[in-house]
């Protein structure tokens, strides 16, 4: 069966929640909107809108950093440097099945990307912590079928692999730190915490390591020049705005252990010979110019994104619904509760049961109506409100207009996946793509009418 066709990504970046329930019982088009929603203020708003980052030169002269480092080129790595995923080994392996050798089990100075999914489950996992020298005795099962070699469906298999060299991307890599070794500013840190106020905990980790993207900023900023492996105290007042109301503005101490660090080691200077060897551009002056206008043009895409959902956000606020369609709320619940029930299972190997006591709720009936039933509630909401919104509003959507949209995602669709328009066409929800234009066509007209302060 083909995937369906990404453009419902685009639908729930645009719309929230407005199309995840889409189909149903209640037909929003044709019902009387009035007996359940009343329309607030939506034309000539103030707006704040706290707008995405300028391009400036930083912005530019990172983004071709990000280039260089993702270029194919590599250099060879320190002896004590340990591979990861998308670095490139070279290894010498003799693989046995039942103690002797086989066929195509066998090979010197082979050149393996880790990450390529080039050997069968379990070769390039092996050897992801590898250094220049190491060996690795890998006890592996090939998989059935086997369609290289339907003789080695299915048998077990011990390949012995000896590390020769690692190599790297040409201007930049990721190294990861030694156990105290002193952490550096901008270092990528992972740690296990726990944290208190007044002698009680609100907040830890401890068992798992987290990012110390996780921690509050004046944590992160004394976790600079410690040793790595060891435990520090760190006493710091929390913001007002702390995510915890109860621990917001308090003195709290955390205890903090930075369990791994990684340090990005540049190996050159940006030169128009770099450039010219690693990217399409000729120098370093024209790959910026293009990189800017590539920047610009998302800025401005961001920007629009920006004003739309503060705009949207403004219009929900104003709107009062009167009550729920039971048909359409009992529905939408039930698709929460059951979209919940399939990630406990599919992502943490849990009956949605056991992931509701984990999350701290008491039964499935609180969590559905602490959960399930205002995010129901909500995603009818945006429905009401928009397609009122259209009926007030007289917003249309001609044929060619939708036609050039499914032409649009198409473009952006895998080619593989549909060969031609015609075949991307046939899979297509043209009532959600057509709700996708009304609502970009809304917002661009509402907007107009609006006060808007950029922040």
Known sequence: MKKRARFALLAAVLLSALLLSSCGSFNYKTEDLSRYVTLGAYKNLALEVKMPEKVDDEAVETELKKLLESSATTKLAEDDYAAKDGDTVNIDYAGKIDGEAFDGGTAEGQDLVLGSDSYIDGFEDGLIGKKKGDTATLNLTFPDPYTSNTDLSGKAVVFEVTVNSVSVPAYAYDKELAEGTLTEKDDALTVTFSATVGGEKFEGSEGESVSSERLPAAVQEKLVGVKIGEEQKITVTLPEDFADANAAGKSAEYAVTVTKASREIVTAEITDELVAAETEYETAAKAKEALKEKLEEAYEQNATKAKYSTLWKAILDNAEVKSYPSSALKEAVQKNYDYYDSIAGLY????????????????????????????????????????????????????????????????????EDYPTLEDFDAVVDHDAVRDILLWEKGMETLLATASVTEK
């Open 348 to 415: 943490y190997k849990l009956s949605l049961r056991e992931y509701v006591k984990s999350t701290g709720y008491a039964s499935l009936s609180e969590f559905r109506e602490k959960v399930c039933v205002p995010a129901a509630e909500a995603a009818i909401k945006e429905k009401l409100v928009f397609y009122s919104l259209i009926k007030a509003e007289g917003w249309e959507v001609s044929d060619e207009d939708l036609a050039a949209k499914v032409e649009k995602l198409y473009a952006e669709e895998s080619q």
